[in-house]
């Protein structure tokens, strides 16, 4: 007998990208606390938050908007659009996690904060589904994003004046590149030796990927560091 395979149900308030639709299915079915998973805009009551999961109705909310300010790892020298698709897994993720917990511990349902415990437990979940997705995914065109197709041209527009370059993340995103290793180098402090080591396994064709001739990391090479 085949186990019958328990769906949340997904609710676009707009276009989610199809990748994201997938990865709940895989990672949030037969999951009794959680029954819907609603993609939306700027829908979260906490400012900024990407994710939110709440107990009650056993739903994970995804605020695509919200995720086009985040910028913990672009900041890191991630590009901007993988760093937009990679905070949204990991707030899928750590919300799951959540969810998780609940399953388990019921009695959480009475904290308004959970422990530190509990939110170091599905902060390192995100970080564990954005490493399992970008290892077996490349990443998707930008062309097929949903809502956020138009979204990150605008924002990648909207950054070229600061950022002429930046304009070239959209072939370069085609190649599964996620991250020049200069611009990691210098956004994390990494010393000469390290980067000049990561330069050379890049060349060598061990990891990452070069256009022209410059070198980038994959994202899941980036989330590794």
């Known amino acids: 007998m085949y186990e019958t395979l328990c769906v949340p149900r997904i609710v676009e308030l707009e276009e989610a990208p199809q990748f994201l639709k997938e990865l709940v299915i895989s990672e949030a079915s037969n999951i009794t606390t959680i029954e819907q998973v609603i993609f939306g805009t700027f829908i979260l009551e906490s400012k900024g938050a990407v994710g939110m999961y709440y107990y009650d109705n056993n739903t994970i909310g995804i605020d ?63 970080e564990e589904l954005v490493l399992k997705w970008t290892e077996y995914n490349k990443l998707p065109d930008i062309e097929d994003l949903g809502w956020l197709t138009l979204q990150l041209k605008l924002m990648l527009n909207k950054l070229y004046y600061k950022h002429p370059d930046i304009v070239d993340e959209l072939d370069f995103i085609k190649h599964n590149a996620a991250a020049n290793i200069l611009s990691v180098a210098a956004s994390i402090n990494m010393d000469a030796d390290t980067r000049d080591s990561f330069i050379r396994d890049i060349k060598n064709k061990d990891i990452g990927v070069t256009i022209g001739k410059e070198c980038f990391l994959t994202a899941n090479e980036l989330m590794g560091i």
Do not use: R, S
């Open 64 to 126: 695509m908007g919200n995720a086009l300010y985040q910028m913990a790892l672009y900041n890191k020298g991630m590009m901007f659009i993988p760093n937009v698709l990679c905070t949204i897994v990991w707030a899928l993720g750590h919300e799951i996690q959540h969810a998780l917990q609940v399953e388990v511990e019921p009695e959480l349902k009475k904290f308004d904060v959970l422990p530190q415990e509990y939110e170091d437990a599905a902060t390192q979940y995100g």
